[in-house]
């Protein structure tokens, strides 16, 4: 009964204060403020060691609801741009297989770490299919989860305010978009869910987010235009912040602090390759310098969706342009990984 008032009382402070954090974030105009605000309280409580751990559940239904609040943008018009825009989203991919090869040596030699690990740390695919090839290739799996973790916060943090520097307003709610009335929402997220249950069941990366933005971009092409409710989407975005934030604790920075460190340095070295991309990505098409450089940014798609959709910066072009790196990355990193050792490139 005690441990049960306690696991009870650990999850009110966390679910409470990643809330206040982001109420704070919003007045105090921070940006993308219910993801930030929220990763800042958690990582506080954590660091005083009563964080609650996040249910997989909340993490989820965050993704579902993300994915299909993104997936609804996908209309027809939308989808003829994103097609003319595939050759930019190969480079694309291409580029952050390049970038992971030379992160690969520049963390090797800055953290001293073994080959499998600093090639599987500084790899610009899912973080979780990422850390499970990993642990298959001998890599030191707490350590490569971690530099992921260090990247995506990294990267959201500094994404977001890159994006309010240059001028773009956070949006909410979208304008112009009327909200979807909640009987077709709630059988819009039903089916999403169980589409997300089977891509989950045939290991498709980021099953959740892939399975609710294909359910959501066929009702956009079937004359079902409107947004999920903002609450809703508030929501999933305070818990994406709460899982961030529970991240930072104090085995956080005793745990390889050098690596840790090398990773956040590599991190940096990244945006700046990614900027130029954008830049060239941008002088090349159509796409607006920001909306290009969401689109390279190393983040998590979930995040970087997140941030597109609140800044307004072409949501579906990131959204694609993040799943095309990442599925050639699943497919590359394994073969690139073989190649690197075999050559010396990387020591195994």
Request: charged content about 10%.
């Amino acid at each position: 009964m005690t441990l049960d008032l306690e696991r009870w009382a650990r999850l009110a402070l966390t679910v409470g204060a990643a809330t206040l954090g982001g109420w704070c974030a919003f007045h105090w105009h921070v940006p993308l403020p219910w993801v930030l605000g929220p990763m800042a309280a958690v990582a506080c409580v954590s660091m005083a060691n009563r964080v609650h751990k996040q249910p997989v559940l909340a993490r989820k239904s965050a993704q579902i609801y993300i994915g299909a609040s993104i997936g609804l943008y996908f209309t027809p018009a939308v989808l003829a741009l994103i097609g003319g825009l595939a050759p930019w989203m190969i480079f694309g991919a291409f580029v952050g297989i390049f970038m992971s090869i030379l992160s690969a040596r520049a963390l090797q030699k800055l953290a001293n770490v073994d080959g499998p690990t600093a090639i599987y740390s500084v790899a610009l695919g899912a973080s979780a299919e990422m850390s499970v090839q990993a642990q298959r290739a001998g890599a030191d799996g707490a350590v490569v989860a971690s530099a992921h973790a260090v990247r995506i916060m990294m990267v959201t943090s500094t994404a977001s305010y890159i994006a309010w520097a240059s001028g773009a307003t956070p949006i909410m709610p979208t304008p112009g978009i009327g909200v979807l009335s909640w009987p077709i929402s709630i059988g819009l997220l039903v089916v999403a869910t169980f589409t997300g249950w089977c891509f989950q069941k045939v290991k498709t990366p980021n099953p959740w987010v892939l399975g609710a933005l294909l359910i959501a971009a066929i009702c956009a092409n079937h004359d079902i235009v409107g947004r999920l409710p903002d609450l809703g989407l508030i929501a999933a975005q305070v818990v994406i912040g709460w899982g961030l934030g529970q991240h930072i604790n104090r085995a956080f920075f005793t745990r390889a602090p050098r690596t840790l460190a090398s990773v956040a340095v590599v991190t940096l070295g990244i945006l700046a390759v990614c900027m130029a991309a954008a830049w060239l990505i941008s002088r090349g098409s159509e796409v607006a310098v920001m909306t290009a450089f969401l689109s390279m940014a190393p983040g998590g798609m979930t995040e970087m969706g997140i941030l597109s959709k609140a800044f307004g910066l072409g949501a579906p072009i990131v959204t694609a342009f993040h799943l095309t790196r990442i599925l050639t990355t699943i497919f590359l990193t394994k073969p690139v990984s073989e190649k690197m050792m075999a050559t010396g490139w990387v020591k195994p």
